[in-house]
């Protein structure tokens, strides 16, 4: 969290304004495991803000080519149309 905490900081800051990873955000991380210790950490290799995240679904044993949206896909769609009116029109809190 303490990367997700820095980065929100510093692209509010720049912004002067909330960062959209406020309202949603994809790491792609790498996990580094020292087997001598047993230590775990990790490596940032690309964030993705809201609306260009790429997200996938492995559709290789499913029985339908469609991917599934169900509750997390509605939720985004919901979240992210409430956030665009919020920073068009401040009016809309």
Excluded at 50 to 57: E, G, M, N, V
Excluded at 76 to 93: G, M, N, Q, V, Y
Aim: proline share 4%.
């Amino acid at each position: 969290m303490d990367t997700y905490d820095e980065l929100y900081k510093i692209e509010s800051k720049q912004l002067a304004a909330k960062s959209p990873i406020g309202v949603f955000v994809r790491f792609d991380i790498a996990l580094i495991l020292d087997q001598g210790s047993d230590r775990i950490t990790y490596f940032v290799n690309e964030v993705e803000r809201t609306q260009t995240t790429t997200l996938w679904s492995n559709r290789l044993r499913a029985k339908s080519s469609t991917p599934p949206t169900s509750i997390f896909g509605y939720t985004l769609a919901e979240t992210l149309h409430r956030w665009l009116c919020i920073i068009t029109d401040p009016s809309a809190l």
